[in-house]
């Protein structure tokens, strides 16, 4: 039973439009929200997060935003750069505030940026 | 800053064999440390949580004799894969939270192969 989903498995976008990643969870505990860049044999590199009492939160070209009635969440990158391409898992967690629990993943989504 | 290491970064063993991966948070102390896995194609999976000077708690279906984790500092976690198996290839990251936010930042990882 996946409790964070990721539903494109991949997502193509022209180099300088927005790409925008979905992301969909199922279990109300989840407080605390994160995306992760990662390329293949190397770790997730932390990107931005949102805590449940906020709806958007944003950091240079990134802003996630979080639908909390509909347990949805998204990532828009703008503009996107070729540099962007590779998988952005999306992350969920109680958010103690404390960071003593896990994350839950998503299966990731691979975004490629054509030039 | 938030810089976590892992040592080795790959490590090829024989079935049978016991084998140590070393996470290190090189820039903060890490009040809490996680260890997850990922398979091919698979989303990462937490496997235990460590808590310096305390005993690690397991997910459900992690073997806590087959999976030992050692938290001996606040710098300093590791995972010993014992009696390893081919069904134990995969590529293992650690992550590391300092106590002041839910952020976890994540190592490179390592990727295990058993022949």
């Known amino acids: 039973d996946q409790q964070v989903k990721q539903n494109s498995p991949s997502l193509s976008v022209q180099e300088g439009r927005i790409s925008i990643l979905n992301c969909d969870y199922t279990?109300?505990?989840?407080?605390?929200f994160l995306w992760y860049k990662k390329y293949p044999a190397e770790g997730p590199t932390f990107l931005i997060s949102i805590s449940s009492i906020k709806d958007k939160n944003e950091d240079g070209r990134f802003t996630v935003f979080l639908n909390k009635s509909a347990k949805h969440l998204s990532l828009h990158i703008v503009p996107s750069q070729p540099g962007d391409s590779a998988v952005y898992f999306c992350a969920a967690g109680p958010g103690t505030g404390g960071g003593a629990d896990g994350l839950t993943f998503g299966k990731g989504t691979h975004l490629i940026i054509q030039p | 800053g938030a810089v976590v290491s892992q040592h080795p970064s790959w490590v090829i063993c024989k079935s049978g064999t016991s084998v140590k991966i070393e996470c290190r948070s090189l820039d903060f102390q890490a009040t809490t440390m996680f260890w997850y896995r990922q398979f091919p194609k698979q989303s990462l999976m937490l496997m235990a949580t460590?808590?310096?000077?305390?005993?690690?708690?397991?997910e459900q279906g992690v073997e806590k004799d087959k999976f030992l984790i050692n938290h001996a500092s606040l710098t300093l976690s590791t995972l010993t894969v014992t009696s390893a198996h081919p069904e134990d290839s995969s590529f293992y990251i650690c992550?590391?939270?300092?106590?002041?936010?839910?952020?976890?930042?994540f190592g490179p990882g390592t990727r295990l192969t058993v022949l």
């Open positions: 992550s590391a939270n300092s106590g002041t936010t839910d952020t976890q930042y």
């Open positions: 279990n109300s505990m989840f407080d605390y």
């Open positions: 460590s808590n310096e000077g305390s005993k690690a708690t397991y």
